[in-house]
């Protein structure tokens, strides 16, 4: 029996892109990794993290400090929002409250109420959903 290899992070390419919406702006950066070329975002808000993209993803930018993924965890549960996969990225800051971006996917479309409730708490300071056809 001959096995397969392991699948490898290979990165061929890398697009970045900027979203502005009135006097906002979003950047994100992704790219293909592995042989089946899956599709990965790599960074929002300047924060780098790796999650491979699923049909809906959402983005949160809250201040690094304890408790900020629980909170967002409880909430989704509180609605019904199953979390697939989840990625966190930061910059290496000692100054408390830095920011710090979360990337989540999950298997239904997040509704907009869930995203006002957590951007509207403590700490948080932006939160995008989006649903994808990949």
């Known amino acids: 029996?001959?096995?397969?290899?392991?699948?490898?992070?290979?990165?061929t390419d890398l697009i970045r892109v900027t979203?502005?919406?009135?006097?906002?702006?979003l950047r994100v950066a992704g790219t293909l990794?592995?042989?089946?070329?899956?599709?990965?975002?790599?960074?929002?808000?300047g924060q780098r993290f790796d999650i491979q993209l699923e049909g809906n993803i959402t983005l949160f930018r809250y201040r690094d400090v304890p408790g900020m993924i629980g909170r967002v965890g409880?909430?989704?549960g509180?609605?019904?929002?199953?979390?697939?996969?989840?990625?966190v990225g930061r910059q290496p800051d000692e100054t408390e409250g830095a920011l710090a971006a979360m990337g989540i996917t999950t298997d239904a479309a997040v509704p907009d109420e869930v995203i006002d409730q957590l951007v509207s708490a403590d700490g948080?300071?932006?939160?995008?959903?989006v649903s994808l056809e990949l």
Do not use: K, Q, Y
């Open 124 to 129: 948080f300071v932006a939160g995008r959903t």
């Open 1 to 11: 029996m001959r096995r397969s290899a392991p699948e490898r992070a290979i990165t």
């Open 74 to 76: 409880t909430v989704f």
């Open 33 to 45: 990794i592995g042989r089946r070329n899956r599709p990965h975002l790599l960074e929002a808000w």
């Open 19 to 25: 979203i502005r919406c009135g006097d906002e702006s």
């Open 78 to 87: 509180e609605h019904g929002v199953n979390i697939v996969s989840a990625a």
